[in-house]
């Protein structure tokens, strides 16, 4: 797909400000698209919109079609007429810089009970159509996803692999009786996808009214405890008991001596092909439907992935296994045309990836950075690009800017310096102007960036299992200085 020359911030609607102890969808996220209007930014990238599950990290989502609901506004809802004023008269006292997600999750889950009541009792009919009509389109995966999270619920909020056997092993009699006996329950699942079905298509057709393009994400693997595994068993590795046999990871290297063990269930590849990538086909085309540009997460796993033995404590003890390769790419070519795709090629680049992403001409990623810690030769460096790329100052998993430089090795520090001709005292707006000068045709930085902002604004920390995806700004971040800064680093660099 031709993308044109262009610029964008990476932020997750969580970060957005608002009253309710998270960002969500509200009259805040229209506010952030009126400023990438304004500042001349086109692009807007986000992170996977799933429902998260354990640690809250939107790359374990309990589906891979599924939206999130806490990123519901309660706002919207009672401009819809779904909730009353006082439904929300003790709002409790939230965090404004920083999402405590249990008690986030708590207040919108009750917020969430009460509009599907109030839905139950007014009999709102054109409400009721578009309802009935959602779920009928999105039957495929909302049926086992509604009834996926509703069993969920009866036992007691534990992984599926724990759950009574006749719902792990899927038993059609004992799921039958559970769905005549928990029809409000699952039904109320289904409503929660409706709702934020509306409120994400709503956003999105207003981010299209403001010519924003907004780029989204898709993790290669799903989270083992989701609808996805316990639906579709035989698309993974998994043995009689459901319990995966192999999951995966990365290798041992420079940055992490016992490598990365992910623990998600890794793909049969051979029955996603003997099934035409039915499956990856409709994952694709449901994600399209939200965003308008797919990065996708891990795409060096699509050339080769490394498994890891079930049960393994660490990383070490894996085999580096072969991808579906370009049969699953000619599938997407055959079925959407051009591949809106932008390819996260970080990490251990073999030559089978790059010429995978070469194949299908898809722009890789380069993060500034990661570009200074060798010579002129490194493929990071602004000089060496080719223009389909998309250059980030840093991504969610990397340390802000500030907070790189200030624990960067000295003579890394030093090169940097020497390369941007620049003393360093305003790094993170230098590595901005390094990429909006580049021949990159995206260049993209998170907010935190632009902010200036240190290591406590870090979204990410890669195997730390918690206390990670909560920052937040405050409203009064989007300063005019910021909106001029952004303005003219657009009008310079023709982005």
Known sequence: ?????????????????????????????????????????????????????????????????????????????????????EDLKDRPQLPDQKVDFGAVIFWKNRILDLAYLHFTQDKNPAIQKEYQSFCKSESDWLDDFALFMAIKEDQGGVAWHQWRDDFRLRNEKALQVFRASHKPEIEKQKFRQYLFSIQWNQLRAYAHKKNITIIGDIPIFVAFDSADAWAHPELFHLDENRLPTSVAGVPPDYFSPTGQLWGNPLYRWDVHKAQGYSWWLNRIRS??????????????????????????????????????????????ENEFKSLPIIAEDLGEITPDVVELRETFHLPGMKVLQFAFSTDAEEPFLPHNY???????????????????YKTAPEEERDFCRRYL?????????????????????????????????????RMNFPGKPAGNWGWRFLSSDLSPYLLERMQEMNTLYRR
């Open 1 to 85: 797909m031709g993308f044109k020359r262009s610029s964008g911030i990476l932020l997750h609607p969580t970060s957005l400000p608002g009253p309710d102890g998270i960002g969500d969808l509200g009259p805040e996220a229209y506010r952030w698209i009126d400023f990438l209007e304004e500042c001349g930014c086109k692009l807007w990238q986000i992170l996977p919109l799933g429902p998260t599950g354990y640690g809250d990290s939107p790359y374990q989502c309990f589906s891979a079609f599924a939206g999130n609901p806490i990123l519901i506004s309660p706002f919207l809802l009672q401009d819809q007429g779904l909730l009353k004023i």
């Open 421 to 457: 001709a620049r003393s360093g005292e305003d790094i993170s707006w230098d590595l901005i102007r390094a990429g909006w000068s580049s021949t990159a045709v995206f260049a993209i930085a998170p907010l935190q960036d632009l902010l200036s902002l240190d290591t406590e604004a």
């Open 386 to 404: 080719l223009p389909n790329c998309v250059v980030y100052t840093g991504t969610h998993d990397n340390d802000t800017t500030l907070g790189w």
């Open 287 to 332: 994600v399209l439907k939200s965003v308008d540009i797919i990065r996708l997460d891990h795409f060096r796993g699509f050339a080769g992935y490394w498994e890891i033995p079930y049960g393994s404590p660490t990383a070490e003890t894996g085999k580096w296994r072969k991808g579906p390769g370009k049969a699953i790419f000619k599938a997407f």
